[in-house]
């Protein structure tokens, strides 16, 4: 081949010829042994490496030692992180791992054992939703929404829950002209199992509703903004079922089964702190206290009798959305 280096030997740039040999090199380390690269001067016979055989010695050595621990390669990281739409600064704050990490590592750097592990552990969508959940306020509004926007597009169980607990509608006759909002609305179930002590699940439910609707009555505005549905035992929140569920796994309520199908529920951990934090109004609260006093002692069939007598009861069909429109009696 027909080249030109600067020979430091001769001090001047001279013809040389390109031969390859096998290297060993020590890297983190270990033995590396890569195929080399290098120039000879065809003059005086001194060996040289160019910048550029240099840097190929130097990726083909972290290749091999990248390949020998399985470690995670640069064009898997971007992929990894650009399946989330999430720029490099943030990826690495989000992995805990940093604001440069993930760039020198797409710049060829070779990431320890415990990092390549974690950043392939992020590949898993709903692992890294909940690095993302943990981490999300470290990092700025443009960022966190264009990645909560990807994440959007995985459907995992626990997506596909908050999917659908947190679109419902926009505020209307449904939700008490207020937004609905999952975590208001668990809150609102936390603090209602505080104020009755172990309560049936359905008498709970219908608690709330009794809360909302009377609230509505007074206000024209909902404490919760959730739309209930009405169900044959009684007018229950949408989508019951995920939101005890989630209200329990945020520490809010705690559920006992029985073996009668029956199940109780109690405040939880989180719920306590409630009384404390600034949730509700005072309206809001006099309205929850004033329903559970009336109700709390009441048994099944009595407070089932009357929802069943309330207008938005009777004049909603079966598993439909109940109006709160119809919690003004005619
Ligand atoms: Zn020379």
Redesign the pocket.
């Known amino acids: 081949m027909n080249r030109k280096a600067l020979?430091?030997?001769?001090?001047?740039v001279?013809p040389v010829e390109v031969v390859a040999r096998e290297e060993t090199y020590t890297f983190r380390g270990e033995s590396v042994t890569v195929p080399h690269e290098l120039s000879v001067?065809?003059?005086?016979?001194?060996e040289l490496s160019t910048a550029v055989q240099a840097q190929q010695s130097l990726t083909d050595i972290r290749e091999s030692y990248r390949k020998k621990h399985d470690l995670v390669t640069p064009s898997e990281i971007r992929s990894i992180r650009e399946s989330y739409g999430a720029g490099q600064k943030p990826f690495g704050i989000i992995l805990g791992l940093g604001e440069s990490t993930i760039n020198t590592y797409e710049q060829g750097e070779v990431p320890t054992a415990a990092n390549s592990v974690l950043i392939r552990a992020a590949g898993d969508p709903a692992t890294f939703k909940k690095m993302f959940l943990q981490r999300q306020h470290l990092i700025g509004p443009t960022q966190r929404k264009k990645i909560e926007n990807h994440l959007e597009a995985y459907p995992s169980p626990y997506m596909l829950e908050e999917k659908m607990l947190s679109v419902h509608e926009n505020p209307g006759e449904y939700t008490g002209f207020r937004k609905p909002d999952v975590q208001r609305m668990e809150e609102f179930l936390g603090y209602i199992s505080v104020q009755t002590g172990k309560v049936y699940k359905t008498k709970l439910l219908k608690i709330a509703f009794l809360v909302d609707y009377e609230h509505f009555q007074r206000y024209t505005v909902s404490v919760s903004g959730w739309p209930y549905a009405r169900l044959p035992y009684g007018p229950v929140p949408q989508e019951y079922k995920m939101l005890l569920e989630r209200a329990e796994r945020n520490g809010f309520i705690e559920t006992r089964d029985y073996d009668d199908g029956t199940s109780t529920i109690e405040a939880g951990v989180c719920a306590q702190k409630l009384l404390k934090k600034n949730s509700f109004s005072d309206d809001e609260i006099e309205t929850i206290k004033k329903v559970i006093n009336r109700w709390n002692k009441a048994t099944a069939q009595e407070l089932s009798d009357y929802t069943h007598s309330l207008r938005g009861w009777k004049e909603t069909e079966h598993a439909r959305k109940i109006s709160y429109s119809l919690a003004f009696e005619e």
């Open positions: 020979c430091p030997q001769c001090g001047k001279q001067c065809t003059v005086c016979g001194e």
